[in-house]
């Protein structure tokens, strides 16, 4: 299923999902000039590698800086079209109404954090992998989980390819349900059979998701009253 409208929507323009959008598309963009050998130095330094976090004989060392920064740095890179604008899809479809909800800066700490947690998730689960990964899925998964615990009666125009292609209005609980399980079927199936691997960080993105979920509560402002209270369902846009 490929999300294409939330339709409950706020309609005012998302500076912090334009914002973030742009960055990704100005990496990604700048990723096209490189040749394959910058490519892929651009790539191990900037991606996060498991195992670098461990790579000293201390359990207790603290990782160097780079490392750690590159759990931010890895968010902002992709690894072709389909993957950057995957991505940003779900991420303009479901953050605008997030971002509504929380403002525009605690929107744009709100999907850092989600994808520094989503990273820490994927390195726990492959300690000693030597693999680079990059891409704003744990963020934006971060961005899943935020949404249906705060708009679960959210409606999702889809596109669902069956024998043909099919537009159906779907409940986001239904939407985003099938992606997490998804997610959680394939990560479990990963760490049974390590055969399994696809280079998809699986754990990233369940990581990212339950970040989502619990920054959400944390974040979030309180509700107005319900008598100056206007939600997307009935307004369809927010007044913050």
């Not at 991420?91 to 971002?99: D, Q």
């Not at 000693?128 to 704003?136: E, F, I, M, V």
């Not at 934006?140 to 159906?168: D, K, N, S």
């Not at 779907?170 to 390590?194: C, E, R, S």
């Amino acid at each position: 299923m490929i999300p294409l409208k939330d339709l409950t929507a706020p309609r005012k323009i998302p500076a912090g999902v334009c914002l973030i959008i742009a960055l990704n598309l100005m990496a990604f963009l700048f990723e096209l000039t490189l040749n394959r050998r910058e490519l892929q130095g651009l790539v191990y330094l900037f991606g996060v590698i498991p195992a670098r976090f461990f790579s000293s004989d201390d359990v207790l060392a603290i990782p160097d800086q780079m490392t750690m920064l590159s759990m931010v740095t890895s968010m902002f890179l992709h690894g072709g079209w389909t993957h950057i604008l995957g991505n940003m899809l779900y991420l303009w479809v479901f953050g605008k109404s997030v971002e509504s909800r929380l403002g525009h800066g605690r929107f744009l700490l709100f999907y850092l954090l989600s994808g520094i947690g989503a990273a820490i998730v994927h390195v726990v689960f492959n300690i000693d992998s030597p693999t680079p990964t990059l891409g704003a899925s744990g963020a934006v998964a971060g961005v899943l989980g935020a949404y249906i615990v705060t708009f679960p009666q959210g409606r999702i125009l889809t596109l669902v390819p069956f024998i043909f292609l099919l537009t159906l209005e779907l409940p986001a609980v239904i939407v985003i349900g099938v992606w997490f399980i998804t997610q959680l079927f394939n990560g479990t199936a990963a760490i049974v059979d390590p055969r399994q691997m696809s280079g998809v960080a699986w754990w990233a993105h369940i990581g990212g998701f339950v970040v989502g979920i619990l920054l959400m509560k944390v974040l979030q402002p309180p509700r107005r009253s319900s008598w100056d209270y206007e939600g997307p369902y009935y307004s369809r846009h927010w007044d913050r």
